[in-house]
DNA sequence: AGCACTAGTTAATTA
DNA sequence: AACTAGTGCT
């Protein structure tokens, strides 16, 4: 179907104008950027100055004021959830006039346009996109082929550098031009990319740099097809624009570039009229583009982001426009001052101070822990202090460098019967079972992936391994055909018939499903005649039931099958929503939606829960009350940053987008020791914390001299617990030399390990009780039912907190 | 040939 | 802790 343009163009309204309400509330330099008109504007958007409410506004003005349809708005964020609020918050404005404009993230925005072009340059737009999962299983196999292990390839380094060689725009040619082929090393990473990129098209499949990659390469080889996109567009937003790389960055270039009048003959010619859009010299003029971002706040340079783009706007795009959005409407001027002490220390920085009028708030609460675990402790009994003074858990959030540190915290918030929830962990869609699922659904959506079918092959279990399979492909490579026909034709390999009648049997459901997915040709929704695409939650419940998928897993006796069981039927249930959502969603745009769902989209801010998340996805949210956690050396400045050129800055934003997300309350706390790998590490703080002035911090144990004095001194914080079991677990794993390794991991994982179960547990109000390592105290009440009664503790020298009955190492005394 | 179990190895951030 | 290689059984 070709595309359909806007021909006529909207009439400026006369009538006055602007709307009052849109200006409503607003600064002078937010007004600005809600009404500046020209080719190009930067919006430098300080950490909560109210950007997103500028640029909603921005949109709804064009809107009502008749300066563009809706369909000529290219709107670009980097979420899903990002752009689900922004259309949320246009449709509040002008309501129903918001229905066309693409508001999306540049992945699902690049996925649009390839499957409607997809055809011009050998894919079909059935293709699938291979999330980094997939990638890695394909390299995985390529260097196994290769050898490449000799060369000191990992599945890891290779797929690192096809990723940034593809956020540079480069491919197999452009890399070859410019190889050493003296380096042996470098001759296998070539024959690795090719590979790699051979597979990919030979699967008519994308990988998540090629969405953007290919998009790009598309405009650039068919000026005709570029040419549509040019003149749909006019007018392109792009929010968050410190993260772009060079990829998105072209393609926000070619969409805004000018059409020559040649190519505009062209597509009149084809029959798209565009007179009204054309210039005295019969060019289509460029889009205006406006871009929002903050370079204080650029924390994806490990992905390709280029600070650069942002900070040479204005030669790249002349005659824009700059605003500077400093007055921050989120955080308490103690929390800003520290925020603009740290930054400040990055150089070559333009400056910027945030300032508000709201005060100056709470200190931030500083606190050292001994361990991660009582770091842990600490965070677990300030939540419940704030929840209890009315904080409801949803406001609340804890931060943190890598996702290994959730495990400590995990372990206490579930002693503590916390409500919580980790965003980006394991997803449901990363786990084994799910993708299993999925690759059956890939597979008969897109026959020519090879990778989904091997996924599938054996699962459950048919007999066909590793030696059958090799059989398969090399059947297939000898016809020069795919894996699948290999499987349709499966009698003619000769394989034992056990075998051969399972394979034979795997391949006809495949394509008896495969049959139902589209429409029959004879298919009229008005009479009712012929047979209608099926629905995606009848195909996968058809593959389910014909594999017998749900009931292999439910008939085995190993007892995690049961809640992977469990987790196919919550897929069902997710196709099912899908399809409700969205009436006439096909197969395709389901397995579209899933590959494109980022770890802060999943995030529901009804519930009553306490957010876990790295500091990484907490860009663009916002909490009452925040825990920066594990702020040490090596961690945050991580390790791994140290060698990269602009690594210690980079981290040094990131300590300052967490710091910036906090409204009214931010702790800062660090452990003195950390187990990391199975063994415990002395850990310093971090260098950051001395550039936030002392008098904004009050410690509620500081991490005295542990810095200077290498460790020995902290230890006489120890006194406060004296016997409990991580202060002395603590004296040993610091003081004694390495060669024990039994007694380390003993202690490290002493919390895991303590496995009791107390449900018998008679409890109420009044009991004294005694605790392993808060010692005794009294029960102050008891709430809950069952497995989740939870008893509230006022311990003598602890402190209160909240212990969930059943895993707590307590007892009673008297 | 395939499966299940065990033992041994090796561990590298952030979406 | 999570993956790989090796073993013995069907």
Redesign the pocket.
């Known amino acids: 179907m070709s595309f359909v343009p806007n021909i006529i163009e909207p009439e400026p309204s006369d009538d006055g104008a602007f709307d009052d309400a849109l200006l409503r509330g607003l600064n002078p330099q937010q007004r600005e950027a809600v009404e500046f008109r020209g080719q190009s504007l930067l919006i430098v958007a300080g950490a909560g100055s109210g950007k997103t409410s500028v640029l909603t506004r921005r949109i709804a003005g064009l809107l009502q004021s008749r300066e563009a349809f809706p369909s000529q708005i290219l709107a670009i964020t980097f979420t899903n959830k990002a752009a689900a609020e922004m259309r949320e918050r246009v449709h509040q404005i002008v309501g129903n006039e918001a229905e066309g404009m693409w508001i999306s993230t540049f992945h699902s925005a690049c996925v649009r346009i390839l499957r409607r072009e997809a055809e011009h340059f050998g894919f079909t737009k059935s293709f699938t996109i291979y999330d980094?999962a997939d990638s890695r299983a394909l390299l995985?196999r390529i260097l196994k082929e290769l050898e490449a292990d000799q060369y000191g390839f990992t599945v890891?380094s290779a797929s690192g550098k096809i990723?940034k060689l593809k956020n540079e725009l480069q491919d197999v040619e452009s890399y070859a031009r410019g190889a050493n082929f003296s380096d042996p090393a470098e001759v296998m990473f070539l024959e690795i990319f090719r590979r790699y990129t051979q597979a990919l098209s030979k699967a008519n499949a994308f990988d998540?740099d090629d969405l953007i990659g290919q998009t790009v390469y598309l405009f650039r080889a068919f000026p005709v097809v570029a040419a549509h996109y040019r003149r749909r567009f006019r007018h392109i937003l792009v929010d968050e624009y410190q993260d772009t790389n060079h990829a998105q960055y072209s393609l926000i270039h070619e969409l805004t570039r000018p059409v020559r009048p040649d190519i505009a003959d062209e597509v009149e010619s084809a029959g798209g009229l565009v007179k009204t859009k054309r210039d005295s010299l019969g060019a289509i003029p460029g889009a205006s583009l406006t871009v929002v971002g903050d370079s204080d706040q650029s924390?994806?340079a490990?992905?390709g982001a280029d600070i650069r783009n942002i900070v040479e706007f204005e030669r790249d795009f002349p005659n824009s426009k700059v605003i500077l959005l400093e007055q921050n409407y989120r955080s308490t001027q103690n929390i800003l001052d520290a925020a603009n002490a740290v930054i400040s220390n990055n150089f070559d920085r333009k400056d910027k101070k945030l300032f508000t009028d709201i005060g100056k708030g709470n200190k931030i609460v500083g606190f050292t822990g001994y361990s991660g675990h009582d770091e842990a402790q600490f965070i677990a009994d300030e939540i419940t202090k704030m929840h209890d003074e009315g904080i409801a858990y949803k406001d609340m959030a804890v931060f943190y460098?890598?996702?290994?540190q959730t495990r400590a915290l995990e372990e206490i918030f579930i002693r503590s019967a916390l409500p919580y929830r980790v965003l980006?962990g394991t997803k449901f869609y990363e786990r084994a079972e799910i993708k299993d699922a999925m690759a059956y659904l890939i597979a008969v959506a897109n026959p020519s992936d090879p990778l989904a079918l091997r996924r599938i092959m054996?699962v459950p279990?048919?007999?066909?391994?590793?030696?059958?399979?090799t059989a398969l492909q090399s059947w297939a490579d000898a016809h020069d055909t795919s894996l699948r026909d290999a499987v349709r034709n499966a009698g003619e390999l000769g394989l034992g018939p056990k075998?051969t009648g399972e394979i034979l049997e795997f391949g006809s459901i495949l394509d008896e499903v495969m049959a139902t997915v589209t429409a029959s040709d004879d298919w009229d929704p008005t009479t009712g005649t012929g047979r209608a695409a099926a629905k995606v939650s009848d195909i996968l419940i058809a593959l389910l039931e014909k594999t017998k998928f749900v009931e292999t897993l439910r008939a085995s006796r190993d007892a995690q099958d049961e809640a992977r069981a469990e987790n196919v039927e919550e897929l069902v249930a997710v196709t099912k929503e899908f399809q409700k959502n969205n009436p006439d969603g096909t197969l395709l745009d389901f397995l579209t939606e899933v590959s494109l769902v980022?770890?802060?989209d999943d995030l529901d801010d009804s519930s009553g829960t306490v957010s876990l998340?790295?500091l990484?996805?907490a860009k663009g949210l916002e909490y009452e009350a925040v825990f920066l956690t594990g702020v040490e050396e090596d961690l945050l400045p991580?390790r791994?940053?140290a060698g990269?050129p602009g690594g210690p800055a980079e981290e040094r934003r990131l300590f300052y987008v967490g710091i910036t997300r906090a409204r009214q309350r931010l702790f800062i706390s660090l452990a003195m020791t950390r187990a990391a790998?199975?063994n415990v590490n002395v850990a310093m703080p971090s260098r950051y914390l001395q550039e936030i002035p002392a008098d904004l911090i009050e410690w509620r144990q500081s991490p005295g001299m542990a810095n200077s004095r290498g460790g020995t001194e902290p230890r006489a914080l120890n006194a406060r617990r004296d016997g409990s079991a991580w202060g002395s677990s603590l004296r040993e794993a610091a003081a004694l030399p390495p060669g024990k390794p039994k007694e380390k991991t003993q202690w490290a994982?002493m919390v895991?390990n303590v496995v009791r179960d107390n449900s018998a547990l008679e409890l109420s109000a009044g009991d004294r009780i005694r605790h392993t390592d808060f010692g005794e105290g009294r029960v102050t009440a008891v709430t809950g039912e069952g497995a989740k009664r939870v008893a509230e503790v006022q311990f003598e020298t602890a402190g209160r907190k909240r212990l969930l009955i059943k895993i707590a190492p307590i007892e009673k005394v008297e």
């Open positions: 980094s995985k890891s990723s998540f924390i994806y490990f992905r460098r890598t996702n290994a980006g054996n279990k048919r007999g066909i391994g590793p030696a059958t399979e075998v980022a770890a802060a998340m790295t990484h996805t991580h791994m940053s990269e790998y199975g994982n895991t």
